[in-house]
């Protein structure tokens, strides 16, 4: 495998030849974004005679803590591989990638489209209704084109490395259970605590589930990973961060999505009418849902964000507004879970009811 130059030796003729331009100048770069497990810089490409290109560099994180994270748990190479093999053959808009590789050493370059500017729509605020329903019509079209695509599914990027990952999820998440619970015990709240610990002990019986309905999903489908009203207000919405796509229920990114992003009051008012739009968008692609087994999908899904915020909490590089971030989102997990009986569903469905 070709080795992947770092961020450090990216020049002007390198990313040049990426884009097709033979007339580069010289390259400047400007950081971007908040992510914790991966790098975002914005590189402007000076060309003589002609205006400058702006394209969006993502690079492995400069944490050591993020990267061996993200080499235990596949991230860079299932972000690489879904521009690579599955963008083009989704309705969801993602940004055009323009080169897409990674090496041996977990190192890697993308280099995507700018799709700046967008609307400054803050995770703590919560999304509109409409720009909720946007969001539900993007999942639409992911889950859509890959539903029941089994050899999708069983591809060693995907299929292959979700199967590798379960025994190291069952025998890591119950320490970093153990490990949030320590290092926020003085900033969360009795119910919030209580989910932790009660999910902690059925954490078996959460990923003993298989949907009637598989697809690839997204896996961290939330404001901070939506462009809204991108490229200004030329595009929508685009969706971006494609690192922890997996094979399963479409359920668990909607349910992730509407309970994280809207505020907690607009998700108890609005979440099943949301619900019903996004299973008339999936008929569209003839994947037909079963009113009740889509709400009880729902139901164990408002867990989705305690599980696995709990877990990046603790695994990723640690900064105020991260823990600000993961507190609140989990916040609102804990409110969907306790409003739609969670861990019972988890229960009942483990006593074949």
């Not at 489908?221 to 200004?232: H, K, P, Q, V, W």
């Not at 909607?254 to 299973?279: G, I």
Request: proline share 5%; net charge negative.
């Amino acid at each position: 495998m070709v080795k992947v130059p770092l961020f450090e030796e990216l020049d002007a003729r390198w990313v040049g030849a990426r884009l097709g331009v033979d007339d580069a100048t010289s390259l400047t770069s400007t950081p971007i974004g908040s992510g914790q497990v991966a790098n975002c810089h914005r590189l402007r490409l000076a060309r003589h005679g002609a205006p400058p290109i702006d394209v969006i560099a993502k690079v492995p994180s400069h944490d050591a803590v993020s990267r061996t994270t993200a080499a235990a748990l596949h991230l860079y190479e299932r972000e690489v591989a879904f521009y690579r093999e599955l963008a083009p053959t989704i309705d969801t808009r993602t940004p055009r990638c323009y080169f897409a590789q990674r090496d041996d050493d977990d190192a890697f370059v993308l280099l995507l489209e700018d799709l700046a500017p967008s609307a400054d729509i803050d995770q703590f605020t919560g999304v509109t209704l409409d720009v909720a329903r946007h969001g539900l019509d993007a999942l639409a079209g992911l889950h859509g084109p890959t539903h029941r695509r089994s050899d999708l599914h069983q591809s060693p990027w995907l299929g292959g490395v979700s199967e590798s990952l379960g025994p190291l999820y069952a025998a890591v998440l119950p320490s970093l259970f153990e490990q949030f619970l320590e290092r926020y015990a003085e900033r969360i709240d009795k119910l919030t605590r209580a989910t932790v610990e009660a999910l902690k002990e059925r954490l078996a019986l959460y990923s003993d589930y298989e949907t009637p309905h598989p697809c690839v999903t997204h896996g961290d489908f939330r404001t901070d990973n939506l462009l809204i009203e991108a490229a200004g207000g030329t595009v929508p919405m685009a969706v971006v961060d494609w690192q922890t796509i997996a094979v399963g229920s479409p359920l668990l990114d909607v349910a992730y999505f509407l309970t994280t992003s809207l505020s907690p009051e607009d998700c108890a008012r609005h979440e099943t009418d949301l619900l019903d739009h996004y299973l008339d968008r999936l008929a569209h692609y003839d994947v037909r849902y079963s009113p009740d087994v889509a709400r009880h999908e729902y139901a164990r899904y408002t867990l989705q964000p305690v599980l696995m915020l709990v877990a990046a909490s603790v695994y990723v590089e640690q900064t105020e507004r991260g823990d600000q971030m993961f507190l609140e989102m989990i916040g609102r997990g804990v409110a969907a879970a306790s409003r739609w009986d969670a861990l019972d569903e988890l229960e009942r469905h483990a006593a074949g009811q």
